[in-house]
């Protein structure tokens, strides 16, 4: 029977995410986020299968996210001058959680990570705000506070990322615990991951956007 609506868009999710107050480490991986931090499948319900481990920790300083993909058999394709045809993460964060609102405010925020591209050889991962599309105020954030790290290999890749608080307008854990969330995982071999269906304008729309719970 065909759905109008994909069950997963029926459940409005939170998601805790836990504190560590070591990150971001300073010798080997950048994050190195455990289990705990792994955010659950949720395109199981609409019968999608998951390829990308995606986590999320924080701290008082920041935020950090990290994701892995495997089953790829294929080169990567990573330009930072075209982002939107590329492989790799793309993050809707509000610090606000203001979901009762239809157009982005200067909390929402859009970034594009690559796990490569970037640097004279293309081999360094690359972080860039994307605009949000029909925002009615946007902050210009400075992309070169993003931490990164990232590892390519033939069948996959993994990249890492901490975001200070200055990379963000209005993180502030201690008033505002609460932050709207939305990801795609772009994979131009597997397809595309992401938390409610491509159906849905999650773009451009923060109501249709998940809740992640800063738990301590």
């Given at each position: 029977m065909n759905q109008l609506v994909t069950p997963s868009f029926l459940f409005r999710w939170s998601f805790a995410v836990p504190h560590i107050e070591t990150i971001p480490n300073r010798t080997g991986r950048l994050l190195d986020l455990p289990e705990a931090c792994r955010l659950p499948s949720v395109g199981e319900l609409d019968g999608r299968r998951d390829f990308a481990d995606v986590r999320l920790a924080?701290?008082?300083?920041?935020?950090?996210v990290s994701v892995d993909v495997r089953g790829r058999s294929k080169?990567?394709?990573?330009?930072?001058?075209?982002?939107?045809?590329?492989?790799?993460?793309?993050?809707?964060?509000?610090t606000r959680n203001t979901q009762g609102v239809h157009r982005a405010t200067k909390f929402c925020h859009q970034f594009c990570l690559?796990?490569?591209?970037g640097g004279r050889k293309e081999a360094?991962?690359?972080?860039?705000?994307?605009?949000?599309?029909?925002?009615?105020?946007?902050?210009t954030l400075d992309t070169s506070l993003v931490e990164?790290?990232?590892?390519?290999?033939?069948?996959?890749?993994?990249?890492?990322?901490?975001f200070p608080t200055a990379a963000f307008v209005g993180f502030d854990p201690a008033t505002s615990p609460r932050l709207g969330f939305h990801y795609r995982v772009r994979d131009l071999e597997?397809?595309?991951?992401?938390?409610?269906?491509?159906?849905?304008?999650?773009?451009s729309d923060p109501s249709l956007w998940q809740t992640?719970?800063?738990?301590s």
């Open positions: 924080w701290n008082s300083s920041g935020l950090g080169k990567l394709i990573t330009a930072g001058y075209a982002p939107n045809e590329s492989d790799g993460l793309t993050l809707w964060i509000d690559l796990p490569a591209g360094e991962p690359v972080a860039l705000q994307m605009q949000m599309a029909r925002a009615r105020e946007e902050a990164l790290q990232s590892s390519v290999e033939k069948t996959g890749y993994y990249l890492e990322a901490w597997l397809g595309d991951q992401t938390l409610v269906g491509p159906e849905f304008p999650v773009e992640l719970e800063l738990v």
